[in-house]
Nanobody
């Protein structure tokens, strides 16, 4: 079955950096675009970044453009999110999923908490 395991979150000061990782299994990873989403309590989950199969193209929410970078390693079934110049409004639980503009799987992992605070 599909499994998505996110890691790498934590507490960081404004302006700091974090690198999130997502290990995927249960599907043919290299055949799918992959994406990162985030959610804060009381709000809908929002798409943050996406990368096509083989990493040919990427797409970012306007709020993170120029600060976040999504990448993938098909040999390891991993997708990453490098987050730089973090802001308090980036505080959220971050999730990964397959898909480009919408999540492909109804299943979601446990996510990883990112807290940006001084």
């Amino acid at each position: 079955q599909v499994q998505l395991v996110e890691s790498g979150g934590g507490l960081v000061q404004p302006g700091g950096s974090l690198r999130l990782s997502c290990e995927a299994s249960g599907f043919t990873f290299s055949s799918y675009a992959m994406s990162w989403y985030r959610q804060v309590p009381g709000k809908e989950r929002e798409l943050v970044a996406a990368v096509t199969r083989a990493g040919g193209s990427t797409n970012y929410a306007d709020s993170v453009k120029g600060r976040f970078t999504i990448s993938r390693d098909d040999a390891k079934n991993m997708v990453y999110l490098q987050m730089n110049s973090l802001k308090p409004e980036d505080t959220a639980v971050y999730f990964c999923n397959a898909g480009w503009r919408t999540p492909f799987y109804a299943y979601w992992g446990q996510g990883t908490q990112v807290t940006v605070s001084s």
